[in-house]
């Protein structure tokens, strides 16, 4: 029981901090949200969480064996230390150099991604947004790796067999380079 109590407050402790820094960035308004705003409601939202799970601790039995092990993941305790870096890195170095080394970090130790194109995907959104071609106003972004849509187009064509008919569906997100590259494949009728 001590040591889901201890996890309790830890995130509690953490997204009290979370809140804080973000609130330190800036909040904006609720029609113009500042950069810190979505971070300060995630850090409110895990205070809240962890304040509940203090008083489920509080309340429950000790069972055998009861540890961290249920409160908290390795690995979402290391995403929460990053964000809290990132949030205090994000006023002294800036936001495309914090921003880069955060999507670094996530891309190529958190997801399915080789080293590699985590580096070129970091790079690429910390250019767009350094650049202006991302702002505030934007909700997402969407980078599609040309050269790997060759490769897989190639690989296509040399598991069916020859002449075999191959076709795209352009429907969500025609994006004029991925079509050209779709429309220039020799895999089909022009």
Known sequence: M??????AVFWAALGCGIAW????????????????MMSFGLGVAMAAIAVGRLFAALRAAPAAGDGLAGLISARVAAVCVLLAAYFTAFEHVGFVLSTFVLLLVLFAGFGDIRKGPALIMSAALSA????????????AAVFYDLDALDARFALLKESFAPGALHAVAVKAAPLPASVRVLRDQPYGPH
């Open 2 to 7: 001590m040591q889901a109590w201890l996890g």
């Open 128 to 139: 767009a947004l350094a650049g202006g071609l991302l702002g505030e106003e934007d909700t």
């Open 21 to 36: 820094q973000a609130y330190l960035i800036g909040l904006g308004s609720l029609e113009e949200p500042g950069t810190g």
